[in-house]
């Protein structure tokens, strides 16, 4: 591993416990990964695999109240876990900015879309009026909405679903952030629309510079547009490495039931979709074991009774977590 | 009987019944009441000879004075309150301010006016209360508002409680929608997202509650006035009582419901300006 | 007054399966204490004649406007009767007038509100504009208008009128309750099953109406019992000397500075016994998490 100066974001032994009436919750449970500059990382996994709560808790966004965090999480060498609200006001817009699932619920549906755009060039840049005005259009411009001087006094119910997060977009960039979080920025639109937001994101990324995140449950979003992909199950990473990697080689049976669940364009029509057993676990409620095991076609006894840490698969970066994995294709001879 | 005194006897009685009318059964009577109030015309009462209309118009701006002060008071305090609570829920703040916000509301304004008096009359030596303590505003305004003053905050008070935890448990409520946390994520200080985002949501809550509150407020309005002696509709009201001046109390009920109707009115039409949400739906 | 944070970790955004967290917001110590002093007030009420107390009514001359002391727990008025007697003798009204309208109240409005707003239909559309019609009107000036013409007064015919009054804001209440009870999938699922009507606004509406109901009901009595209260006040309530908390209140007014006590023990036992039952109230709506009923 290169030195972490070097690295943008490094995570480590990332914890996330929320107090629930319920008992203790642990959402997201010792993860680890970087990300250096420019690069693209994916985090994927099903609903409640503590995606969502893991992007919050790199940004410090996580809720105030009833939630402990420990671990680290170093952007640009600076701490963000256990940091005052102030130290992470700083950075936030400015050296990571996030772009939230549903843009009719993070925008301000009774404040103009432009106001919201120009709030942070103002408060945190400290534009002008028209400057920030000027250069709110100029963003509108950039994430491709059409007639951007109309659209500046539009409120978000005005839009359509497409535009509305193409303004999410622009809000969140509007300051020049090194890192950019995506949750699940596409799952609320339409798949066409899907397709559109996806590629003006990889543009972005390319002209302004910027390390992504994407977080989502769609395999088929991260085949093409990462470098990187961290796998989740019940709050913990169950394999990491290069998307090529992962995608060709997987050895945590999870990976794989994932893969075989998304529908291949190339299989012929009316092929059973192949789905995964069960539900995913009650995070309240989780064993010594493996969290997979109860739905696993390979589970053995022991994956049953201890859980399995991240280990080494033989291409730098490959890490899963695993008793009884997959066979590496490398071993039997396949690349 | 009242109105004919010495002079009462079988005759007079069976003329001044025709005189007024009263020999035709109630039913009509009402109806030519109805007919009368149309024309904008209450009647004269019977009891002190002055007629309705005047007796409430005279006491109609005193109430509405009391109404406007108290209630800026009770929003002027319960606005920064409310948004110093929410900012941190379940604070320190926060929790001293719903503890004591719920003790008041369960005190009712009959007994906060009765402390308040004994308060100010014994611990101060000020005593200005009774009518001819009132002054209107016409004459001398300075004199005019500390003559109010007491019921003002009393009526205040109550106002304040609904308006605080209304507002509060608003402004808990849209704090955890996705566009606060979007907010936060711009690197904007809470300060600023209570005031510029939350609130404006919320302020169609407290415009809803404020038409809520007013069945409270016309109690307190009515206690307070009695007790102070200040000569408004509810003074007036419950004098009008206590004399069995019925055509007075007909007239004032009348234009108390026909006021809170209006009003009610009023409130839902600008709600529907305010929130483009609901106009949509 | 707290969140649901299991709500918030486990539904991811955009997959509405929202799941409960195990255990419910606890009633907690100060609720108990309530209930117990709640307990208290009705027991006075109730077994107020078999309890050692003095004569409401007897006027002691030889002990005018007495300071507490052992023989009177909370002094005498100025014609020397028991405040103390006095006090939990006219906590009967106020708990009566506050029980027996939300009796009236609710036992016209809420199945009322239950029945119209499961059947719909025209006896629906009819009773409902009848109902929003009269919300229009204040009620505290209906109350007290009637309350000045229907004399003498007695506690019978306040019981009355202010149940009638409550009729249409209790209705609007558990009618709004039904509604968004009827509308989730249960109920569907239940009819489709070819549940009668009468099994389902038993088995299912009412166990789910239940929680909002009583919450609202011990408000409603809270709210009650200070209406008597400033009735009382006004002179509209029961005649003296027929102690009442607010009438006595009333009564004090004249010599507040000379006996300070006349005022302050009814007063404390009004302002305790709602500030009990408005949290009572208040904590029954967070332990059964009933949102703030959307009207």
């Not at chain 3, 989730?184 to 109901?213: C, H, M």
Request: hydrophobic letters at 45%; aromatic letters at 8%; proline letters at 5%.
């Amino acid at each position: 591993m290169s030195d972490s100066a070097s690295k943008l974001l490094v995570v480590n032994d990332l914890t996330t416990t929320f107090a629930t009436l319920g008992g203790p919750l642990t959402a997201v449970g010792n993860v680890s990964f970087d990300l250096s500059k420019n690069e693209t990382l994916g985090i994927v996994g099903e609903s409640g695999s503590g995606k969502t709560v893991l992007s919050r808790t790199i940004m410090g966004l996580q809720p105030r109240r009833n939630v402990t965090v420990s671990g680290s999480v170093l952007l640009n060498g600076q701490e963000i876990v256990g940091a005052s609200e102030k130290a992470k006001r700083k950075l936030w817009g400015t050296e990571v900015a996030m772009v939230f699932q549903d843009p009719m619920t993070s925008l301000n549906p009774v404040m103009r879309v432009g106001k919201q755009i120009d709030e942070t060039l103002r408060v945190r840049l400290g534009m002008s009026r028209a400057d920030a005005r000027a250069r709110a259009i100029e963003l509108l411009e950039l994430v491709g909405i059409p007639s951007p001087e109309r659209r500046y006094d539009a409120f978000p119910g005005a839009l359509s679903g497409g535009m509305r997060q193409r303004v999410v977009i622009a809000t969140a960039l509007a300051c020049s952030p090194k890192l950019l979080l995506a949750d699940e920025p596409t799952t609320g639109l339409d798949v066409t629309i899907q397709a559109q937001i996806l590629n003006l994101l990889d543009e972005l990324k390319e002209r302004l510079h910027m390390s992504v995140i994407l977080v989502t449950h769609d395999l088929g979003v991260v085949a093409t547009r990462t470098s990187k992909i961290v796998v989740m199950y019940a709050g913990r990473i169950v394999e990491m490495g290069s998307t090529r990697e992962v995608f060709t080689n997987h050895r945590m049976p999870y990976t794989r039931a994932l893969l075989d669940s998304s529908p291949k364009i190339t299989n012929p029509s009316h092929t059973r979709l192949t789905t995964i057993p069960g539900r995913p676990p009650n995070l309240l409620n989780l064993t010594n074991g493996c969290s997979f095991a109860p739905r696993c076609a390979y589970a053995t006894d022991r994956c049953r009774k201890e859980r399995p840490e991240l280990t080494p698969a033989g291409e730098p970066g490959h890490l899963f977590a695993c008793w009884n994995p997959l066979m590496s294709n490398r071993e039997v001879g396949v690349s | 009987m009242v109105i004919l005194g010495n002079a009462y006897n079988p005759t007079n009685k069976a003329l001044l019944y025709k005189q007024l009318g009263l020999n035709k059964p109630i039913i009509d009577q009402y109806f030519i009441w109805i007919g009368h109030v149309l024309h904008g015309n209450l009647g004269t009462s019977f009891i002190s000879r002055v007629s309705v209309d005047s007796t409430i118009r005279a006491a109609l701006p005193i109430d509405i004075e009391l109404i406007v002060v108290s209630q800026i008071l009770a929003l002027a305090i319960a606005i920064p309150l409310a948004m110093r609570s929410a900012r941190k829920p379940d604070g320190p703040v926060d929790r001293l301010l719903s503890a004591g916000s719920f003790t008041l509301l369960s005190i009712p304004p009959f007994i906060v006016v009765v402390f308040l008096v004994l308060l100010v009359s014994i611990k101060w030596g000020l005593a200005n209360t009774g009518p001819s303590a009132y002054v209107s505003f016409g004459t001398d305004w300075i004199a005019n508002l500390e003559s109010l003053s007491l019921a003002a905050i009393t009526i205040a008070i109550g106002s304040f409680t609904l308006y605080f935890r209304v507002l509060r448990s608003d402004l808990v409520a849209t704090m955890q929608e996705e566009f606060i946390t979007m907010a936060r994520s711009k690197g904007l200080s809470r300060r600023r997202i209570m005031w510029r985002h939350a609130f404006r949501p919320s302020s169609v809550t407290l415009l809803g509650s404020a038409s809520v509150n007013i069945g409270g407020l016309l109690a307190a309005l009515f206690v307070v006035q009695y007790f102070l002696a200040i000569p408004g509709l509810g003074y007036e009201l419950i004098s009008a009582i206590n004399t069995s001046d019925y055509l007075l109390v007909q007239g004032i009920v009348l234009v108390v419901s026909v006021g809170v109707v209006l009003v009610n009115f009023i409130f839902d039409f600008i709600i529907n300006i305010v929130d483009p949400r609901i106009s949509r739906e | 007054m707290s969140e649901n944070y299991g709500e918030i970790v486990i539904a991811e955004y955009g997959h509405p399966q929202v799941e409960k967290p195990e255990g419910r917001e606890p009633l907690g110590v100060l609720f108990w204490i309530c209930v117990g002093w709640i307990g208290l007030n009705l027991i006075g009420a109730i077994f107020a004649n078999v309890l050692p107390l003095e004569n409401p009514l007897y006027e002691n001359f030889t002990a005018i406007n007495a300071a507490p002391s052992l023989h009177h727990l909370f002094g005498t008025d100025e014609i020397g009767r028991d405040i103390f007697s006095r006090v939990v003798y006219g906590s009967r009204i106020s708990i009566s007038a506050g029980v027996g309208s939300m009796v009236i109240g609710f036992g016209i409005g809420a199945p009322l509100g239950m029945l119209t707003a499961y059947r719909r239909g025209h006896f629906d559309t009819i009773i409902t504009t009848v109902m929003y019609t009269l919300l229009a009107f204040p009620a505290i000036v209906a109350t007290i208008a009637v309350l000045s013409f229907w004399v003498p007064r007695d506690l019978f015919k306040i019981i009355v009128v202010i149940g009638i009054a409550s009729i249409p804001i209790i209705y609007r209440i558990i009618r709004a309750a039904t509604l968004s009870v009827a509308s989730r999938d249960f109920i569907i699922a239940a009819k489709v099953q070819g549940a009668s009507d009468r099994r389902i606004l038993f088995k299912e509406l009412l166990p789910n109406v239940a929680p909002i109901l009583v919450s609202f009901l011990i408000i409603g009595i809270a709210t009650v019992v200070t209406l008597e209260g400033a009735l009382a006040f006004l002179g509209l309530s029961v005649n003296p000397p027929t102690p009442s908390w607010g009438n006595m209140i009333n009564e004090a007014r004249s010599v507040m500075a000379q006996n300070p006590w006349l005022v302050i023990f009814p007063s404390l036992a009004l302002c305790l016994f709602l500030l009990c039952l408005n949290f009572i109230g208040d904590r029954l709506r967070t332990h059964f998490d009933v949102a703030e009923v959307k009207i």
